[in-house]
């Protein structure tokens, strides 16, 4: 049997995360095939084509399936599924809005977020926001997971090309149909793969302040913002930069929480950073009990303060 790797891009480019998904299927020790839908990404087939352990990439190219609806891919993937044992990619609300619509479509469970591979059908994976490990085995014929891709060393790429196989399509109707699309732009490290990541919670006050006191720290780090479910709730900062259980897992070198309580939901989404700093005016906030350095103090002085102090 082989394993199927769903491939999230965007439409230009691999998300980088499909080469720990890459690595991921290497447990099983079977010929790994990479899934890759849209319209007009040869460029992308020839990206994952070129990932070391891989055997063979499908593509599946039309107009109709740029937007990748995930009605369209789970379809798709339903419709070959049973040549696989396992079908997987990273977790994120990509594989989290096409792969359980697949699983429904094959019958079979989906495993979500697995952050460790213990058998060929045994996975260990996080409940109550990360404060317990479950050991959880799946008896399905085909096992469709989504994994933790930050427990999952990349895998390489080099300048070989395995076989890409074009399977053609028809347009499909749905009752869903794409409408439009608004990008949010930003010349900074996306969230999810940035180095540094500096956030911000409901204690700066308004999206003046968590702009203002906040960017000028993430510019001279050159990092990515993040916000507490609190900051975003109350209109301070775009939902897409929540870090936590509902939102972005992130696993930075460094990671600065201003104003943030530290609820679980929240350290669920970034306590596997390397290094954490918290700043908060509370000694006893919970985030201290998971930072590696922490300042109690005003967050509307100190942060000013640290900001002038880096070059
Ligand atoms: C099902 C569910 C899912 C959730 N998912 C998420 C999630 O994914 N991500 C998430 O973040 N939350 C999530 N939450 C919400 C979470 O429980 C908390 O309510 C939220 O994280 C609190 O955000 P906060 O720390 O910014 O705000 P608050 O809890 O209001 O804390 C503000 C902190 O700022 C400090 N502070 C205040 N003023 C200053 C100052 N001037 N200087 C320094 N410090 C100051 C306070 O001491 C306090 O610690 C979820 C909740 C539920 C029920």
Known sequence: MKTLILAEHNGIELNPTVLQSVTAAQFWEAPIEIFVVGSNINAVAQQAASIVGVSRILQIDAEHLAPQLAEDVAELIASIGVEYQVILSTHSSYSRNILPRAAALLDVDVISDALEIHADNTYVRAIYSG????????????QILTVHGNNFVAANSNNSQVEIAKIAVQATQYQSRWVSEARFESARPALSSAKVVVSGGGSLGSAAGFDHLLSPLADKLGAALGASRAAIEAGFASSDILVGQSGIVVAPDLYIAVGISGAIQHTHGMKDSKVIVAINQDPDAPIFQVAD???????FKVVPELTATLQ
């Open 293 to 299: 350095y922490w300042l109690v103090g005003d967050l």
């Open 131 to 142: 404060n317990v490990n479950a050991t959880i085995q799946s008896k399905d014929a085909i």
